[in-house]
């Protein structure tokens, strides 16, 4: 993961226009892909992009 490419929780929920709370218990589910840093969870912007893409094809 590039230094550019990384986001903290706050960062990646306003990318995903999802509340902190709800994208920490995405985290500690190992619902979005992420990995944990020293007690705080780290996101990839490419990987929560791939993520996205996959979900929109798969439908509801």
Do not use: H
């Not at 226009?17 to 992420?34: F, N, Q, Y």
């Not at 944990?36 to 996959?54: A, H, L, M, P, T």
């Amino acid at each position: 993961m590039l230094p550019k490419d990384r986001m903290t929780v706050v960062e990646a929920s306003a990318y995903l226009a999802v509340d902190v709370e709800t994208l920490t218990r995405m985290a500690s589910e190992r619902r979005i892909p992420c990995v944990e840093v020293e007690g705080e969870w780290v996101f990839s912007k490419k990987s929560i992009d791939k993520w996205r893409r996959q979900r929109e094809t798969k439908g509801p």
